[in-house]
């Protein structure tokens, strides 16, 4: 017998997916290909996500940084930022994306306030259906029966693991030079 929970999720993510605009993904695509490096940050369980895309645009070949590393390099004017916020408002990364403007980087977002102030900088946006504890005013074309953030969290990993697919194909990279890319310290 089916785990209930599991296909309510799956339902949701399926009502879900058909809200996310393929113009803006493609957008950030060409904006990962064209920056120098790729800087990458997110806080909590969108934390874990930034952490995700970091680790493919890596394997992808891309020059990329998780932000708050210590071997994170200064970011310039040449350089992409992607800030994964659920409500777009989270203070610390709400000041990293003005120091990013202040070196004119490029600021790119996945969120699902468009009218927070981190979406309000950015060039780049990418908005995904849900709410936050933090965006409950948010209006949301997918009313989720999850707690707080979730449902914003599993879009935004998946919408990350399509964006992947897209600069792939766009890269013309192959499964095996990606995988000649992954840790082998493991």
């Given at each position: 017998?089916?785990l209930?929970?599991?296909?309510?999720?799956?339902?949701?993510?399926?009502?879900?997916?058909?809200?996310?605009?393929?113009?803006?993904?493609?957008?950030?695509?060409?904006?990962?290909?064209?920056?120098k490096?790729?800087?990458?940050?997110?806080?909590?369980?969108?934390?874990?996500?930034?952490?995700?895309l970091?680790?493919?645009?890596?394997?992808?070949?891309?020059?990329?940084?998780?932000?708050?590393?210590?071997?994170?390099?200064?970011?310039?004017?040449?350089?992409?930022?992607?800030?994964?916020?659920?409500?777009?408002a989270?203070?610390?990364?709400?000041?990293?994306?003005?120091?990013?403007?202040?070196?004119?980087?490029?600021?790119?977002?996945?969120?699902?306030?468009?009218?927070?102030?981190?979406?309000?900088?950015?060039?780049?946006?990418?908005?995904?259906?849900?709410?936050?504890?933090?965006?409950?005013?948010?209006?949301?074309?997918?009313?989720?029966?999850?707690?707080?953030?979730?449902?914003?969290?599993?879009?935004?990993?998946?919408?990350?693991?399509?964006?992947?697919?897209?600069?792939?194909?766009?890269?013309?990279?192959?499964?095996?030079?990606?995988?000649a890319?992954?840790?082998?310290?493991?």
């Open positions: 017998m089916p209930p929970e599991l296909t309510i999720i799956i339902d949701e993510l399926t009502r879900a997916s058909a809200h996310v605009d393929q113009g803006q993904v493609i957008e950030l695509c060409e904006a990962c290909q064209s920056a490096g790729v800087f990458v940050c997110g806080a909590g369980r969108s934390g874990f996500v930034a952490r995700a970091s680790n493919r645009l890596l394997h992808l070949g891309i020059n990329v940084s998780f932000v708050g590393e210590p071997t994170t390099p200064p970011i310039t004017a040449d350089d992409l930022l992607i800030i994964i916020s659920g409500s777009g989270t203070a610390g990364l709400r000041v990293m994306a003005e120091k990013a403007c202040a070196q004119n980087a490029a600021l790119a977002t996945i969120t699902l306030n468009p009218q927070g102030p981190i979406a309000q900088m950015a060039s780049h946006r990418i908005v995904l259906p849900g709410r936050t504890h933090l965006a409950e005013q948010v209006d949301t074309p997918v009313v989720s029966e999850q707690f707080s953030g979730s449902l914003f969290e599993q879009m935004a990993w998946l919408t990350c693991d399509a964006l992947v697919m897209l600069l792939r194909d766009a890269m013309s990279q192959s499964v095996e030079m990606m995988r890319r992954h840790a082998n310290l493991e």
